[in-house]
């Protein structure tokens, strides 16, 4: 065994809706006693298809020993379900470009003269345009935000000033074209919620990575910040969390990653008060 990323699911929050199951392309989710259940590592590709759809916040991603994920074993066991599921596996495996995992899906249909989608040969593995892809982790640029409107009138919306998706660290890809050159705001998940001038004074100008250092991995999300930081031409870091101890763990997971980085990037930080008010 070796450590991998694999889903986790905390039976005293799951409700045992079941919406999770269905949304499982490998067939690795089970309802056992009322609950979502792994009935296997080998089936988990720890992507998290299976997370969006948890209205409690049940699922999350460790990383962990565990067997290596099989694909062939995945093919087994979803081919029973019928060319709908196996489709949907096909395209949830290239939506999030697992190129060899879908190779491998490929040549096990192949191998075991099963009809395959039509959307699929043996010698396409990468995603084409129009095909399926994640919803969630999709990245989207949507360039930077007009100041008309700046000065607003008394009754007039606020703009967001939101300027990329994904916005979730996990699912945020370190590469993402919109990372070149920007100022980063990463908020603990509670300051948008607490503090209302977010978007106006917090989020204008930056490009955002949100996450819950109390509940979430931190090592994890030190890892996938160092890798960002790494990877691209990062201006400056702003930190934005609550004043409440547990939520001051987002400083140590950022200044972790930017001493892992070996970067010079300037660093500030913002707390904001449980009132909603900026310390």
């Not at 609950?35 to 460790?62: N, Q, R, Y």
Request: aromatic letters at 6%; hydrophobic letters at 35%.
């Amino acid at each position: 065994m070796s450590k991998r990323k694999i889903i986790k699911i905390n039976r005293n929050k799951c409700t045992g809706c079941g919406l999770c199951i269905p949304n499982c392309p490998e067939g690795a989710l089970q309802m056992i006693d009322g609950k979502a259940t792994l009935v296997s590592d080998l089936f988990c590709d720890g992507l998290g298809a299976c997370i969006g759809h948890c209205p409690v916040g049940a699922i999350t991603i460790e990383e962990r020993d565990a067997k290596p994920y099989d694909e062939e074993k995945v093919m087994q066991n979803i081919v029973k379900q019928g060319n709908d599921v196996v489709k949907a596996h096909l395209e949830h495996l290239q939506g999030h470009d697992q190129h060899k995992y879908l190779k491998d899906a490929l040549d096990y249909l192949s191998k075991n003269h099963i009809d395959m989608p039509k959307e699929f040969t043996s010698k396409t593995h990468k995603r084409r345009p129009g095909t399926h892809v994640c919803p969630g982790t999709v990245v989207r640029n949507f360039g930077k935000k007009s100041d008309a409107g700046e000065k607003s009138l008394p009754n007039q919306k606020q703009q967001s000033q939101l300027r990329q998706w994904p916005v979730q660290i996990m699912l945020v890809p370190q590469n993402a074209p919109y990372f070149d050159g920007a100022s980063l705001l990463i908020a603990a998940d509670c300051v948008a919620f607490s503090y209302a001038d977010f978007h106006g004074d917090l989020l204008k100008g930056k490009i955002l990575l949100i996450g819950c250092p109390k509940l979430d991995d931190a090592e994890l999300y030190k890892e996938k910040i160092a890798q960002i930081l790494k990877s691209n031409n990062i201006k400056s870091v702003t930190c934005a969390h609550m004043e409440v101890p547990c939520c001051f763990g987002l400083v140590n997971i950022i200044k972790s990653a930017l001493e892992s980085a070996g970067k010079e990037i300037p660093y500030s930080e913002v707390v904001i008060g449980i009132k909603g008010q900026k310390k």
